[in-house]
């Protein structure tokens, strides 16, 4: 069998080293579009705690104490002076996204799955999806300008608010939701510790309130500056610190209605996207690759295997997009809520999702049955 992953991501990382195990003869090798040095990106939150937790990549690494991880059981919402805190129901991970990355591609390497970096970006000329047996397109949100075939083209839409992925040196021991209403609008930060010397601090805002601030002909500088005196008192006036290729942007939810199509299979955000509001695109990645190694693994006949992957998937990226659509509009209209203690703040947020069934159980469920396989 011969295979190439499209993407050195969680995904395909995922995926390629996973199956690599199980199937040591079949060639298997990955192309990445940037260099080795360029991941982008802060910290990430996994399930669980490593090795013990299927759900959590850093289980899969031999190093995996190497990486710096920090766990988090409590949930911290913050409404102007007002402040609620509860657990967080299950123990949170975060982890340095750079450093996961750079140990899933020394995991591949190890196990002999050539990466090679700087490659162009693929299209449909570029690349003799003959050549191959299977196309795995684990490319991220790339493939929204960047797909092979027209029944793979992602159906995109873009998100109310503006957000951005900030780093800061102030440690957040909670998993915090922060409002802050000011003379522009409400900004909201999402923070919480990845590391023992840095945490991630995302914060959104509605696309007036970024325009009446002023944002957008702000410097970097100047930007960083003012988001940093907007949350001086929960930064205890640290800085926030950017990354390059970070900047403000609409969310965009990117979806499919099939996983694959002839020998081309779809696999992480190139397959679904979900808002970081819901904290479980690293884990959709993890659970959506394992599925697709069973699949492999099972039958014999790719067009079988990936018939059999469609249908699993498929509906667990339905139920996915439905909690990240949810909870993305509840962000989108928090300005609605904003009279409301820090108490009936956090009971609204823990509530806005209870129609749909839990995706913690569906994400679960799917992992277990990915890792129980039998012989092909």
């Known amino acids: 069998m011969k295979i190439l992953v499209v ?30 040095d360029d991941i982008v990106g802060w910290g990430v939150v996994l399930p669980g705690k490593a090795p013990h937790h299927p759900a959590n990549p850093l289980s899969y690494l031999p190093d995996y104490e190497e990486i710096d991880a920090q766990y988090i059981d409590e949930f911290c919402l913050v409404n102007q002076d007002d402040r609620a805190t509860a657990s967080t129901g299950i123990t949170l991970c975060g982890a340095e996204r750079k450093s996961l990355v750079g140990a899933l591609r020394k995991l591949c390497t ?4 050539p990466i090679t970096y700087s490659s162009p970006v693929f299209d449909e000329d570029g690349l003799d999806t003959t050549a191959y047996d299977l196309v795995v397109i684990a490319n991220g949100i790339n493939n929204i300008s960047n797909y092979f075939k027209e029944a793979l083209a992602p159906e995109v839409e873009f998100g109310k608010n503006r957000y951005m992925w900030y780093g800061t040196s102030k440690i957040f021991d909670a998993m915090n939701l922060i409002f802050k209403p000011t003379a522009s609008g409400v900004f909201i930060a999402h923070a919480y510790k990845y590391s023992s010397t840095m945490s991630t601090f995302v914060v959104e805002c509605s696309e007036e309130t970024y325009h009446r601030s002023g944002i957008e002909s702000l410097s970097e500088a100047d930007a960083k500056a003012f988001i940093a005196d907007v949350f001086s008192i929960e930064l205890d006036g640290l800085p926030v610190e950017v990354q390059p290729g970070l900047q403000w942007r609409n969310f965009v939810t990117l979806s499919h209605t099939k996983a694959y199509e002839d020998n081309l299979v779809l696999l992480g955000d190139a397959l679904q996207t979900g808002h970081f509001s819901i904290g479980h695109g690293t884990t959709m990645a993890v659970v959506a690759a394992q599925m697709l190694v069973k699949a492999l693994y099972e039958h014999a006949e790719v067009n079988h295997a990936l018939d059999d992957f469609n249908q699993k998937v498929m509906p667990l990226m339905q139920l996915f997009s439905g909690h990240a659509s949810i909870s993305r509009t509840w962000f989108e209209t928090a300005d609605e809520r904003m009279d409301l203690t820090a108490a009936e703040l956090a009971k609204s947020f823990s509530e806005r999702r209870e129609q749909l069934p839990p995706l913690p159980a569906a994400l679960g469920q799917a992992l277990g049955m990915a890792l129980t396989r039998k012989e092909s």
């Not at 969680?10 to 080795?36: C, R, Y």
Request: charged share 20%.
């Open 110 to 113: 190890d196990l002999l799955i």
């Open 7 to 36: 993407g050195a991501g969680p995904a395909g990382l995922m995926f390629a080293s996973q199956l690599k195990k199980l199937k040591q003869d079949w060639h298997i090798a990955i192309v990445e579009k940037n260099t080795v």
